[in-house]
């Protein structure tokens, strides 16, 4: 559901004409193994202030939409015991990266991490920072 909604979100952001790319790999922190996904796409971008609200329930940039899509996307990440964080700058695209760990229990659910690598953030963040929360540094 999450990639689906990422990839839907980055088609209608290129109105289906710019390239949409979805890459993963694996990261080691500390002793924890994880799952990253990433969604990028070349369409108009989003501009900081968008960027602190994309999560809320309710916003919407759209005609037509509910604003649920990515607050839904992130609580099935955070429920999974992950995150999804967004970075973007205007006229240069959208990247959307989720982070999920490989460890579960035999019910489905995130084994506790005991590093605390990857915390749950407050969802408003200073407008240099990623919409997850982390704090990384702008790549220009």
């Known amino acids: 559901q999450v990639l689906l909604?990422?990839?839907r979100n980055a088609c209608e952001a290129t109105q289906d004409e710019g390239p949409i790319t979805?890459?993963?790999?694996r990261l080691l922190?500390?002793?924890?193994?994880?799952?990253?996904?990433?969604v990028h796409d070349k369409g108009p971008g989003m501009s900081r202030a968008m960027l602190q609200k994309i999560f809320l329930p309710f916003f919407t940039t759209k005609g037509r939409g509910t604003g649920l899509g990515?607050?839904?996307c992130q609580r099935i990440v955070q429920t999974a015991g992950g995150r999804i964080e967004?970075?973007?700058?205007?006229g240069e695209g959208a990247t959307f990266?989720?982070?999920l760990p490989v460890a579960m229990d035999p019910l489905g659910t995130p084994v506790p991490s005991?590093?605390?690598a990857l915390t749950e953030k407050a969802a408003a963040?200073?407008?240099?920072?990623?919409?997850?929360?982390?704090a990384v540094k702008d790549e220009a």
């Open 97 to 99: 990266t989720v982070s």
């Open 5 to 7: 909604n990422l990839v």
């Open 22 to 25: 979805v890459t993963t790999d």
């Open 70 to 72: 990515l607050a839904i």
């Open 125 to 134: 963040t200073p407008a240099d920072q990623p919409a997850s929360g982390e």
């Open 86 to 90: 967004a970075r973007s700058r205007e």
């Open 29 to 38: 922190r500390g002793k924890e193994s994880w799952v990253r996904l990433r």
């Open 114 to 116: 005991t590093s605390g």
